[in-house]
């Protein structure tokens, strides 16, 4: 895929060293637009990411009727003017989710409940992405859903249910351990006749069971696999401000960069900790990472902690099942820590890489064996051979994914030459601030253009 946007990094010239704050967190950014939009009253939020992807769900609820109010330059801070739970209008164009499948699958559900016809559209690689996932049980609660591939890929056409009828609960059983296919369903049992329960594999993250609460909808979370919804037939906007910690997943890579960098230390601040984002921190433990949290409290419904990272000699390991959906999205980078290490690193139950913005094992396997790592790729995961350092002098293609560019950006670092990055221009769909905030701790790595 052709994006465009190049980077150029490492070797790193010294120890990474420096205080970083990181931008709010976009998977509870998407949520706290959404669920403003549908409360009563003015939703007031702070640490919103300006990222694409969270633009294009403040468009797609723009477009169909709420109204937000930008309060600094740098939209991280925001009001949403909700229209009520059943007041969004049939958008006269199409919803375009850009490159987010969050924003996709989520909005799925909430169009679902609605009595109006809706066509749902994303960018080149989202259109590639299963939606079948999301499709089905919309379905099962009464929406129609077409696409092509029988509903699997977008464009998506969604009509709800219409003449004052709703859509009627259900208890789910999800195939796939997805909090989006959970979120999906639960915003849609927002609209639905009597309660609906998702029932899940493993636990993944719960950032949308703990935001409804500030607007006044009650989840029962049943164990950890099952959560329960009974509509309350209302959101209300919350009147304290709804606060967006700092992204664990944007923080990944620099505590990956901050251990494999000879001399390091890092302090990352007010980083979410929630147990269902917090794979990453716990892979990167058992690896022997040198990493402590120096101070905890919490920001809204969320646990938040300053951790301060040092470099250190990883250690390979077989990862633990349990921990893949909590550290899903932190992969790429944490090849990246498993080729520098010692001894083996194993990840198997992880195909869900597979359906990402890329093909995410075999776009890391290949990008890495370019630079002489030792990684072996298999159908649900990869086996690593660390090794003491990479070879640069190569050219790496990111497929437009945000996450590969800003892995392989890390990888560079202990690189012996510079990397070339093709396609990396996606990383402003969820990190544009990326490349300031490294060079601000000494990494080396520039646009090309720049």
Request: charged content about 20%; overall charge negative.
């Amino acid at each position: 895929m052709n994006i465009g946007g190049t980077l150029i990094a490492g070797p790193a010239e010294g120890p990474l060293k420096g205080n970083i704050s990181v931008p709010g967190d976009k998977s509870m950014s998407h949520r706290a637009i959404m669920l403003g939009a549908l409360a009563d009253g003015t939703t007031h939020i702070e640490g919103f990411l300006p990222g694409d992807d969270n633009f294009a769900t403040a468009a797609m609820f723009e477009a169909m009727g709420a109204k937000i109010t930008w309060h600094n330059a740098e939209k991280t801070s925001l009001s949403v003017e909700g229209v009520g739970l059943f007041g969004l209008q049939e958008p006269e164009q199409v919803l375009d989710a850009g490159n987010s499948g969050t924003a996709a699958r989520l909005i799925t559900g909430i169009l679902a409940g609605q009595d109006f016809h809706s066509v749902l559209v994303g960018d080149a690689s989202l259109h590639k992405r299963p939606m079948q996932r999301v499709a089905d049980p919309v379905r099962l609660m009464g929406a129609q859903v077409d696409g092509r591939e029988q509903g699997n890929k977008m464009p998506l056409a969604i009509r709800g249910v219409s003449g004052g009828k709703k859509l009627h609960g259900i208890h789910f059983v999800s195939p796939v351990a997805s909090a989006q296919v959970k979120s999906c369903v639960l915003l849609a049992a927002l609209f639905a006749d009597g309660e609906t329960t998702v029932t899940e594999p493993k636990p993944t993250r719960d950032h949308t069971e703990r935001m409804l609460p500030l607007f006044g909808q009650e989840v029962e979370r049943l164990d950890a696999y099952s959560s329960r919804l009974k509509p309350s037939g209302k959101l209300t906007a919350p009147k304290a401000t709804v606060l967006i910690p700092a992204d664990p997943s944007s923080a990944t890579f620099f505590a990956v960069a901050a251990s494999i960098v000879p001399g390091s230390d890092v302090l990352l601040q007010s980083i979410g900790i929630n147990p269902r984002r917090d794979g990453w921190r716990r892979v990167l433990i058992d690896m022997q990472a040198a990493l402590d949290m120096v101070a905890t409290s919490k920001v809204g419904a969320e646990p938040v902690a300053d951790i301060q990272v040092k470099a250190t000699k990883l250690q390979g390991i077989e990862v633990n099942p349990n921990d893949i959906p909590d550290a899903i999205d932190e992969f790429p980078v944490l090849f990246v820590a498993a080729a520098l290490s010692e001894g083996t690193f194993v990840l198997k139950e992880a195909e869900e890489l597979r359906v990402k913005e890329s093909d995410r094992i075999a776009t890391m396997v290949a990008a890495l064996q370019a630079c002489g790592a030792d990684i072996q790729e298999f159908d649900d995961g990869a086996v690593i051979q660390g090794k003491s350092s990479l070879t640069g002098g190569v050219t790496v293609d990111a497929h437009g994914d945000h996450r590969i560019a800003m892995a392989m950006a890390v990888a560079a670092q202990c690189a012996d030459a510079e990397i070339r990055i093709t396609n990396a221009a996606a990383i402003a769909t969820s990190f544009p601030s990326f490349v300031d905030l490294a060079q601000s701790i000494g990494m080396n790595v520039r646009w090309e253009d720049a």
